[in-house]
């Protein structure tokens, strides 16, 4: 079992920046794939930004020169580092991690559904 916990939300004016942690229960060093996700008032989860065992990072495309997601393995936390945030970057954000398997093609690494493990998120809230 993996015990995932955010941490870093919060209220941010348009064009700032802010970076989120997830704390993970045990090492995933070189074992999981981890991911970003987020879900706005009334819409669906969707993949930001994951990063797999062998550090190989993926990103939404229309976030990819905003955000850019890394890891320590050895303090077992993984980060999102989000820049020039804009309103519509508003919603909760969740950590995941997705235990190794078959890979069918590497798009569905931003599919939420993939993915076995789930913090309790955290929001991000940004103002114009």
């Known amino acids: 079992q993996v015990q995932l916990v955010e941490s870093g939300g919060g209220s941010v004016q348009a064009g700032g920046s802010l970076r989120l942690s997830c704390t993970t229960s045990?090492?995933?060093?070189?074992?999981?794939?981890m991911g970003w996700f987020r879900q706005a008032p009334g819409k669906e989860r969707e993949g930001v930004a994951v990063?797999?065992?062998?550090?190989?990072?993926m990103y939404r495309d229309s976030l990819k020169d905003r955000f850019t997601i890394s890891k320590d393995n050895g303090k077992n936390t993984l980060y999102l580092e989000m820049d020039r945030l804009t309103p519509e970057d508003t919603a909760m954000y969740y950590c995941?991690?997705?235990?190794?398997?078959?890979?069918?093609?590497?798009?569905?690494?931003?599919?939420?559904?993939?993915?076995?493990?789930w913090g309790q998120g955290t929001q991000v809230t940004v103002s114009s």
């Open positions: 995941a991690a997705r235990s190794p398997r078959a890979l069918s093609k590497l798009e569905i690494l931003l599919w939420p559904n993939e993915y076995n493990y």
């Open positions: 045990r090492a995933f060093s070189g074992v999981y794939t």
């Open positions: 990063i797999t065992a062998s550090d190989y990072t």
